[in-house]
């Protein structure tokens, strides 16, 4: 092979200036820590990584994930020398309406970014899935994570070091920009490389440390993460701004960049403006096996009671007997989401990665990214941990189906750590969700199934006792929709999942008084239906939404957005947990939050006398 | 010393069939997780664990963490065989109204628990806090955390041995009850002891492996943990369900009490009943440094815009000092925050975790615990990473003050992965939450003052640009208010934060054009002052809420949820962020949601004319 050495060094350097002419053109950004990492990058994108310009998202691809976000600028610099994006489009980083944005995200037209990143610690784990998608379909490439020092910090960097090294994932090179300097001083282990190459080994993984600016050594670094059979962290020292004098290993620079008046001054020092471009290595020749959807067997159903943790398991079960792009993940749960259903019949495609929710979903984001759907589940509660990663879905547009498992008060004894009582607040304000929350086996079966081919993030909430069977096994259960169970014209009792139910007994109860209530399930909180719930409301003068979650952010504030289309033309009582629930039986605890039937048909009662001393006044 | 050997066995017998007969008594919970841990929980409480009964929160005491919250039973046994509890209440495990909960949450009835565990990993930040407390009052106590080894996978508690380390805290002691079975199998690394010692030492700990059911090895592990001026990891090889032969070691028994039939049979082979009673060990002579308020000096103002953020950071300097009980936590964006100015001011009560969100939460969790006035900071959006410890933080009735700074669109550039978008919605689903949202200097100077005497969760969303003054210094700003910042009788504007420089904008306008719009800042977006806003809607038939903030769950919600208290008499329009952001400036940005000026004297004039329409149909 030629002496590449002049080509990197300058490679380097004009994604060195193109960081700081862009970041300068915006008047914001981070150029010194895109200046520290430019050799790490040149090196990559000139030799390493296996890509396809024309088509990034070609199975045989390497794939690129920039964990340390905030260097956007020196990957929009590596996507122009490639030939993905003009120099126009470089300087609009930062433009309202550009897709060179801020930070990474994965645009339409930025199909080169597979996922947003920004949000420091993630990068890790979408890259091992990645790496895990790639492995799956027997697929060659290589999954390149570019890590910051700071992030180093984030517990979520090491789970995903523990999974890869569990999973022996021999496709993925993490590299460590160690450029010493994080947002506001040092970081805690500075150029302290051994720290990390000790941590690095117990971890399981080949480790090694470089000189983050000798190209040489970053190509043998490359070359043997490559050929090494374990995952590897390179860690490259690094000076946070080299290359430019004033602001190399400079303290007071991060997130700023080059006054106007010394930009000449910090291009000159790099050599000037370059207009290098470079054709990444090709992929080596590779067919993924054609993806044939099997006839669907029957889909499950059920004659009783079953708990809808339960549906859900058979529901994935039977999906994955037909569909071999699915894939589904557990954080050591399995047997409580019935996600091991699915393990039972199709070991391969399930990813254990133990009690570590935030891997969990970043592996997901990963495998969505290489092209597979993805399911997760863990307990309703236990998703929290990965609410931001979550977030970040939702930035990366991905496809993250989800599951959260023993959701409110109904789970009982276990107490109110173990209860999701938020879980729908935070999932309905993510952007582009759909929020799921059956209460039988058969719409559980149904809204899987159209999971499966949603897109952005979906949400199913499932419940950990048995509820009785609602609905024919020919029921359909449009997103967005609902179901009413009960005609009825004096009050409408809206409920979802377990207090469906408990609707059903109030209006049998409120029945035997002569009142005459409406009942709806509201499977679909997001999208919610609010034709439905605006006639309701018109027909019977009241609502009673009742749910078992937190009285804000969930069922009840959104029937109230609903109806906030137009004027309210009634009442709206939200029945929901307003207090810290304990232990207790399911049923204790229902009454004692006042989302029981009794407490329903109190409040329906209640709602009448109101309406009858209103019009008497 | 005398030979303790046959006091630790029996206790630890004890503590096993206490937890056997609870679970068995309640029906469900976690025997074999208990008894695992048996003979650590009996040598810590008979011999090292130095804690008066009678007033659990001395501040000389010894604290106790159970972060495997799920062996519970095993520390009420414990807590009965001290005396805390009696046997009456051990058998009240799970049961409706008994503070003897599923999971340890420290309830008024149960003050020897210091914070709620029960999800995994949460554990040794608490410790951490707690450790770190008692060293900044020069207190002579040890902070014990008891890890399960499922719990390991979770990087948050490597985030948080990295932390611990760092800081140096000798005074740290964490036991690993690795007994090899999780809830659904082996666990990742099984009875590995050695990975986990060459991860601690890695890590910076100390760290030692040793039988965990040999009560010799743990008295002397522990001995020497203490000693020690590292933290300590003892790493305990156990038997889950140790003891008892149809149990120990054995799959399938997670969760599970043990059936009423075998009960006495496994009681039998653990000795019988006991009804042994031991005495902690006393805590040595500590009178702390009396906490004396200084008189304080003039709070902060401003004459002219300042961005909310520094007034935050200028607030918390104030009152750092003048209340010595106040501490302030970072997460390496102390520079954005501006929590840094408290850090010049007295860097002794300044903790830096770096970009470490779970731990930063998790030890503000146990220095409130350990008595002091804690506030944490980082970016809005990335508090999303510690939304688990945080929703853990309530459950723990923990006073924790938080602020999420760069709230919404309006940090521009920098794009959506740095905006807090969804944090109203989830701080306001949480319980017993305070949620304010100050738009200018003076008001978030008071607002910071009131947070630091508050009890629960109270959450602070400053903004990153500067934004006007609107109040003057002695305005006073009570939780659950808000401010009528201009009457007006045809509609009404709310917004908090920035919006209500954009509603006063929309004001003048809609001035100009004869339209009389009241505003109302809603700088206490929970709880919030529905009375004013009823009024403003009766008086003005039409609210216009505005917010920075995703449509789902925040001011918008909050306000149609004080709205539906009674008939809602007149329409509601929210505007928020409905579409998924990119970069751009505040203003493009504000304009783009719909949130700026322009955009809600449209709504309002569009408003009226539906009204007239209304009027003439």
């Known amino acids: 092979m030629e ?24 008047g914001s950004g981070h150029p010194t820590s895109s200046m520290s990492c430019a050799h790490l990058l040149a090196v990559l994108f000139a030799d390493h990584l296996r890509t396809d310009v024309a088509d990034p998202k070609a199975p045989a691809n390497d794939r690129f994930v920039l964990s340390k976000g905030h260097a956007a600028p020196a990957l929009y610099a590596a996507l122009k020398a490639i030939g993905a994006i003009d120099d126009a489009q470089l300087l609009s980083l930062r433009r309202f309406g550009s897709p060179v944005e801020g930070h990474p995200a994965p645009l339409p037209a930025m199909p080169w970014i597979d996922v947003a990143s920004g949000s420091l610690g993630q990068g890790l784990a979408v890259g091992l899935g990645l790496a895990l998608g790639m492995r799956m379909d027997g697929a060659p490439g290589n999954a390149w994570v570019m890590l910051g020092d700071s992030e180093m910090a984030e517990g979520s960097v090491w789970e995903a070091m523990d999974a890869a090294s569990f999973h022996r994932v021999g496709n993925l090179v993490a590299v460590v920009d160690l450029n010493r300097l994080g947002q506001r001083g040092a970081t805690m282990h500075g150029w302290d490389a051994e720290v990390f190459l000790r941590r690095a080994d117990a971890f399981g993984w080949s480790a090694l440390a470089i000189d983050g600016h000798d190209v040489g050594a970053i190509d043998d670094a490359y070359r043997n993460a490559v050929a090494d059979e374990r995952p590897t962290l390179i860690v490259a020292r690094t000076e946070k701004g080299h290359g430019v004098s004033f602001l190399a290993d400079q303290p007071g620079w991060h997130g700023k960049p080059v006054p106007a008046d010394r930009v000449e001054e910090a291009i000159d020092e790099l050599g000037g403006v370059r207009e290098l471009q470079i054709t990444p290595r090709t992929p080596p020749a590779f067919t993924p096996s054609a993806i044939v959807d099997a006839q669907p067997a029957a889909p499950p159903t059920y004659d009783g009671p079953v708990a809808t943790r339960k549906a859900f398991g058979d529901a994935l079960t039977w999906l994955a007997g037909h569909r071999p792009d699915l894939v589904v993940l557990d954080a050591e ?8 259903d699915v393990e039972a019949v199709v070991p391969g495609r399930f990813v254990q990665l133990y009690i570590a929710e935030q891997t969990m979903i970043g592996v997901q984001t990963g495998l969505q990214a290489y092209g597979k759907t993805a399911f997760s589940a863990t307990f309703g509660a236990f998703l929290a941990r990965a609410f931001d990663q979550i977030r970040m879905g939702a930035i990366s547009r991905a496809d993250l189906r ?45 809204l899987v199934e159209a999971m499966a081919d949603l897109e952005g ?14 609905y024919d096994e020919d029921e359909r259960f449009p997103i967005g929709g609902s179901k009413m169970l009960a005609a009825g014209d004096q009050v409408t009792l809206i409920g979802a999942g377990v207090t469906v139910h408990q609707c059903l007994v109030a209006h049998e109860i409120l029945g035997a008084e002569g009142i005459s209530a409406r009942v709806l399930d509201c499977y679909s909180v997001k999208p919610i239906d609010a034709e439905a719930i605006r006639h309701a409301l018109h027909d019977t003068g009241v609502v009673i939404v009742v749910e078992d979650h937190r009285v804000e952010g969930g069922l009840g504030d959104a029937v109230l957005d609903a109806l906030s289309a137009g004027p309210i033309d009634g009442r709206v009582i939200k029945l929901a947990v307003t207090q810290l ?24 009662r209640d709602s009448l006398i109101g309406r009858a001393t209103a019009r008497t006044e």
């Open 3 to 26: 002496d590449r050495t002049q080509l990197w060094n300058d490679l380097a350097a004009q994604i060195a200036v193109d960081s700081i002419r862009a970041t300068a053109a915006a």
């Open 333 to 340: 749960v399995g047997n409580s989401t019935h996600t091991e």
């Open 402 to 446: 989800l599951c959260g498992s023993h959701a409110g008060v109904s789970i009982g004894e276990d107490g109110p750590s173990q209860m999701a009582l938020e879980d729908l607040a935070s999932m309905r304000a993510l952007h582009g969700t759909t929020v799921l929350y059956p209460s039988d086996g058969i719409s559980t079966v149904r």
């Open 457 to 470: 993030i979906s949400y199913i909430r499932t419940t950990r006792e048995a509820t009785p069977r609602l």
């Open 581 to 604: 629930p304990g232990s207790g039986t399911p049923e204790e605890l229902r009454a004692w939050a006042g989302i029981d039937a009794a407490s329903i048909a109190t409040a329906a």
